[in-house]
């Protein structure tokens, strides 16, 4: 089965770091692209940030760009976001979730989410 | 911000049918496939609808996509109580060089 599970969500201040991560299971992870998508409290869907398969090509939001940096590693299946200078405004939801590339591609599966919140 | 418009909600009683639309541009849904994503209570999104009507093993027939132009809708035939939910439209958009989501629209059955 494949399986999509995100941790390291927390309460962190404004300006703070978080790193978040995505354990991947039951693909072959190092042939996916991969993606990150957050939703705000009552909020819809906001993409994060792409990273191909070897990691070639890495694509970000304008809303995050300069501040979070996507990253993975193969050998142990995971996914990860560091995210830097953060802003009351990141307070979301994270979901990590893959693709076959990017561009005309699906978002399938999606992980359960991990909240992260920036506050005071 | 959303860059996909839709309207902010819809509903209909059960068997009834029911279309949502999505609006966008050339960068995005003119030059690229439409995906659609639902998303139950409480519950992560789940692909719905990809690549002109393909949907994932599990998803009925129900579910049905077309694009003309910029615009796309999702179409929900013989509605369901099961099918309240949010639904979003998706696209890549060359000019952004990034995915760009619908505004998503809640959907009541009454």
């Known amino acids: 089965e494949v399986q999509l599970v995100e941790s390291g969500g927390g309460l962190v201040k404004p300006g703070g770091s978080l790193r978040l991560s995505c354990a991947a299971s039951?693909?072959?992870?190092?042939?996916?692209?991969m993606n990150w998508v957050r939703q705000a409290p009552g909020k819809g869907l906001e993409w994060v940030s792409s990273?191909?398969?070897?990691?070639?090509?890495?694509y970000y939001a304008d809303s995050v760009k300069g501040r979070f940096t996507i990253s993975r590693d193969d050998a142990k299946k995971s996914l990860y976001l560091q995210m830097n200078s953060l802003r009351a405004e990141d307070t979301a939801v994270y979901y990590c979730?893959?693709?076959?590339?990017?561009?005309?591609?699906?978002?399938?599966?999606w992980g359960q989410g991990t909240l992260v919140t920036v506050s005071s | 911000q959303s860059v996909l418009t839709q309207p902010p909600s819809a509903s209909g009683t059960p068997g009834q049918r029911v279309t949502i639309s999505c609006s966008g541009s050339?960068?995005?849904?003119?030059?690229?496939?439409v995906k659609w994503y639902q998303q139950l209570p409480g519950t992560a999104p789940k692909l719905l609808i990809y690549n002109n009507n393909q949907r994932p093993s599990g998803v009925p027939d129900r579910f049905s996509d077309s694009k003309s132009g910029t615009s796309a809708s999702l179409a929900i035939s013989g509605l369901q109580s099961e099918d309240e939910a949010d639904y979003y439209c998706a696209a890549w958009d060359d000019s952004l060089k990034g995915y760009v989501f619908g505004t998503g629209t809640k959907v009541t059955v009454l």
């Open positions: 050339s960068s995005n849904i003119g030059s690229n496939t």
């Open positions: 979730s893959r693709a076959a590339g990017i561009g005309n591609y699906s978002f399938d599966p």
């Open positions: 039951g693909f072959t992870f190092s042939t996916y692209c």
């Open positions: 990273i191909s398969y070897s990691s070639s090509y890495i």
